[in-house]
């Protein structure tokens, strides 16, 4: 896998919609790669804000 | 998470039992019995409304949305034949009627915006993740008004876009079960996730810059 094909994989990867022997492959990819890592860590930071403030947001418009 | 919620309100803690009586409801509803079809919408009506409020955001358009609901359930569970789940079938018919607000309203917005003359309607959302990889995501989230910019981002999203979008982080729910609500391939349920979340990045980025 390269780094391109990485990439387009972040998204299922961080809202956990891969299947196992593809996670397999990013996760070797990952485990060589700094800057796919780094770009993975970028997103999940966000993707795990995102999630939090939508979850904030739900609480207020269900309360 | 939040999925646990929603099939606990069809189990009921008894899942072998709470299925059966679920069934004897549906059957008996749908030869007329109408305690048994009001016991099935109180059985289903908290969670109905809360998928509403919290795919429309407004009190008056999810109360109109689960009326809607029923109303279609009431006129449409002859042709329930317990193929799949009922919790499912009843959850396609919430999303489809939140599905028509969410299009309904997104005409009318762009209606007034073209009566207004004002044609950027797209705002800062054609930007993507990849534009800055250099941006810290809780700073983004740290600012004070996050939570109404993140609700007004949202609402630039596409009505599918948002739906799948809030289907996910709201419900919880698998992008195949999703894909099969809204009847599109689990692929385009995908690249509608992923796109909504790029849209949502670069319009909370946008406004901070």
Known sequence: MNCEQARERLGSYLYNEMSAPERRRLDAHLAGCVNCRHELETEQRFVSALARKMREISEDVTR | ?209
């Open chain 2, 1 to 209: 998470m939040q999925v646990a919620e929603v099939e606990a309100i069809s189990v009921a803690g008894q899942p072998g039992e709470a299925h059966i009586g679920e069934s004897v409801l549906i059957r008996a509803a749908q030869e007329q019995d109408h305690d048994a079809f009001e016991q099935l919408v109180r059985l289903y009506d908290r969670s109905v409304l809360r998928v509403a409020m919290n795919l429309l955001r407004s009190e008056d358009d999810a109360r109109d949305a689960y009326q809607e609901v029923f109303l279609r359930v009431y006129r449409s569970l002859h042709s329930f034949r317990h193929q799949c789940s009922f919790h499912t079938w009843l959850y396609r018919i919430a999303t489809n009627v939140c599905l028509d607000h969410l299009r309904r309203k997104s005409v009318r917005k762009e209606q007034a915006l073209e009566e207004d003359g004002d044609g950027a309607a797209a705002g800062p959302l054609h930007t993507t993740a990849a534009d800055r990889p250099e941006s810290d995501p809780e700073r983004v989230f740290a600012a004070r008004d996050v939570s109404r910019r993140l609700q007004l981002a949202l609402e630039q999203l596409s009505p599918k876009e948002r739906l799948v979008f809030e289907m996910k982080h709201y419900e919880g729910l698998r992008l195949r079960v999703i894909g099969e609500m809204l009847s599109i391939s689990e692929e385009a349920a995908k690249n509608c996730l992923f796109r909504g979340t790029r849209k949502l990045r670069a319009a909370l980025e946008e406004v901070r810059q």
